[in-house]
């Protein structure tokens, strides 16, 4: 239909974009997983294992990947119980308010991240707003020290962030159920309740998914979130790399960290849009 | 004909039991008044087509009798009870959906025994009746598929045994046959029929289709914007049609305005005897009631007749439809059995009992 030269025409910018600003870096990451630090701090270009040694042999390492697993399953968890009956209020009955409210879920997304992990930073600390509230209400005598700078900071604030998107996708399979097929449950004698979990949940199914995938992708990755309010025991894989990639100056260790980490989500991403497709029926 | 059937179809109706009581039932969306005072008896192992246009609040009212809609006003009674307070998942009632509304992410067997599940039954007893609702649609061999896997036709027995496995005291439909090509539309309409004389239970059938109403149906209630226009058997309806808009709306007619004064009816120049009361008249004749004279035995006796001109004929396989014109500028339509091309002038013919009174249909708005 088109010319040849036209076709090559189109396809090479963003050939190229994905080249040069993905592949590349990609490939250089590769290398350097395999090259090494010499004792005068330089980098050198020999091929070795050692940094992949390093990481399952030294306990810091896979400790903080667990745990960084651990606050993205947490988030996870929480960001589904959260979104998932305000994705299901919003679809079934908003009704005339449901664009209202589905703006007021994308808003925050305008915000910066930034300001928004400050924001928990003014709430959760010891002269924050819940201490200073929880004194004055005579419930607790000293500030909690909990609340900031640990794992449970970690866990709400990106829970908070990545909540919205956990209800998008669930909001959208949810939208797309026909109204009739709840209207059917209903008329052959199921309640409410029956309706909900032998209809609309499992019809949702795919939306639930993509969702835990985002909150759980999002949050294993995340290095802000734990840096700002994580404290020692809150932190997280990413904040290792950047600590590898920078003071510490080992890029290949760094390198090889990134690459496990970039295996694990994109296995997580391909098994998840395989169950995806198993529960889509369309 | 039709008039010695009639009494036959009233008694026979008469004798059953009323199941369903639709009392006085209006329903505005807004500001549009969809339904306005409709009142309905439907008898036990009655089938019960509810006749109209798109828009004339047909699927409106069958949802008001599942459950789905609430009506402003009016009360629907089951044997006695009132139905329309109770939920849709309170009522012996099913449905049977326009596009079927199968579960997708069940099998054909899970699909239809899923009002069985819900209700808890035993699991011996929901997997007996499921296989005995699949070999009354005769969809034993699909079982195990998914609704996605199969035809718009098979989806329509599934969703029927869907619905009848649950031993309904009543089952809706709305416009179920809709979505079917032509032929298999009339495959459907003789086994929906049979197969609703073999279960015995009250059919409520929703379709803007005429001649579906009359192949089905014990009784048509024709519904013509919120408001029932009349409610008969299908021959009833047929030849004694109450308005302007039945007439006209089931099958094809022609409407003839005129007078009728001391015991003789006048049309143009058409004249005949009747026992009506004085004043405009309003007739129904049908086009095949119009006879052309047979030239060797004449006229009927009481016949009315008239000379008239073709101007156009149309075929329509067994039968052909012809425009006639009168000397006074009278077009009639008249059906014929198909000839040789006829031209010019004909002798025709009526009786007077074949043009019905019928009533102006009001403006409704």
């Excluded at chain 1, 005068?40 to 399952?56: A, G, M, P």
Aim: aromatic residues 10%; glycine residues 6%; hydrophobic residues 45%.
């Amino acid at each position: 239909m088109f010319s040849r030269a036209y076709r090559t025409a189109i396809t090479l910018p963003p050939l190229l974009w994905v080249a040069v600003f993905l592949l590349v870096p990609y490939a250089l990451l590769l290398c350097y997983s395999f090259w090494s630090v010499s004792p005068s701090q330089t980098i050198t270009h020999s091929w070795t294992l050692d940094n992949y040694r390093e990481l399952f042999r030294v306990n810091v390492y896979l400790q903080t990947l667990f745990r960084s697993m651990w606050i993205a399953a947490r988030v996870m968890i929480f960001s589904l119980l959260l979104g998932y009956p305000l994705a299901y209020y919003l679809s079934f009955y908003a009704g005339a308010r449901k664009d209202l409210f589905y703006q007021l879920v994308i808003i925050p997304l305008w915000v910066s991240y930034l300001v928004r992990a400050y924001a928990w930073k003014t709430i959760l600390g010891s002269d924050g707003v819940l201490n200073t509230l929880l004194q004055y209400l005579h419930l607790t005598k000293h500030p909690l020290e909990f609340l900031l700078y640990s794992p449970f900071a970690v866990v709400l604030t990106l829970t908070h962030i990545y909540t919205p998107f956990a209800v998008l996708p669930i909001y959208a399979a949810l939208e797309h159920i026909p109204r009739n097929l709840v209207e059917a449950s209903s008329d052959l004698g199921a309640s409410p309740l029956q309706t909900f979990w032998r209809v609309i949940f499992p019809l949702s199914i795919p939306g639930v998914l993509a969702g835990a995938t985002f909150a759980f992708v999002l949050s294993l990755g995340d290095f802000l979130a734990p840096l700002l309010l994580g404290g020692p025991s809150g932190i997280m894989i990413s904040n290792i790399v950047v600590s590898l990639f920078g003071a510490a100056y080992n890029w290949p260790l760094g390198a090889a960290i990134s690459l496990c980490m970039l295996l694990l989500v994109v296995s997580l991403l391909f098994l998840s849009e395989k169950l995806e497709k198993k529960w889509s029926f369309r | 004909m039709a008039t010695t059937t009639e009494p036959v179809v009233r008694s026979a109706r008469s004798g059953l039991q009323e199941l369903l009581s639709i009392r006085n039932i209006a329903k505005s969306f807004g500001k549009t008044r969809v339904l306005r005072d409709i009142s309905l008896e439907i008898a036990e192992g009655e089938f019960l087509t509810i006749l109209g246009e798109s828009g004339s609040g047909k699927t409106t009212l069958l949802r008001i009798i599942a459950g789905f809609e609430n009506a402003n006003s009016g009360e629907i009674l089951m044997e006695g009870e009132r139905l329309d307070l109770l939920p849709p998942y309170r009522r012996r009632v099913n449905t049977v959906f326009q596009h079927y509304a199968l579960f997708p992410h069940l099998t054909v067997e899970e699909n239809v025994g899923y009002g069985l599940r819900v209700a808890k039954l035993p699991k011996a007893e929901i997997a007996a009746r499921v296989t005995e609702a699949l070999a009354m649609v005769k969809m034993t061999a699909f079982a195990k598929s998914k609704p996605g896997k199969i035809s718009g036709g098979q989806q329509q027995r599934i969703a029927l045994a869907r619905a009848l496995v649950n031993r309904p005291r009543l089952l809706l439909l709305d416009e179920p046959l809709s979505a079917l090509d032509a032929n298999l539309r009339r495959q459907m309409q003789v086994e929906l029929k049979s197969l609703q004389r073999e279960v015995g239970i009250s059919f409520v059938f929703v379709t803007h289709d005429q001649e579906e109403a009359m192949v089905m149906s014990d009784r048509v209630a024709l519904l013509r914007m919120g408001e029932l226009e009349q409610v008969a058997s299908p021959r009833e309806i047929y030849s004694h049609p109450a308005t302007a808009y039945t007439a006209q709306f089931i099958g094809h007619t022609n409407l003839l305005r005129g007078e009728i004064r001391a015991g003789i009816a006048r049309c143009n120049s058409l004249s005949w005897k009747v026992g009506l009361p004085e004043g405009p008249a309003l007739f129904s004749l049908r086009p095949e009631n119009i006879r052309i004279v047979n030239p060797e035995t004449g006229s009927d006796v009481n016949a009315v007749t008239f000379r008239g001109k073709i101007q156009h004929q149309a075929f329509h396989g067994a039968t052909e439809l012809l425009q006639v014109v009168c000397a006074d500028g009278l077009t009639l339509s008249v059906r014929t059995a198909t000839r040789e091309t006829r031209q010019g002038d004909l002798a025709l013919e009526f009786s007077p009992t074949d043009a019905v009174l019928v009533r102006e249909s009001p403006e409704r708005g």
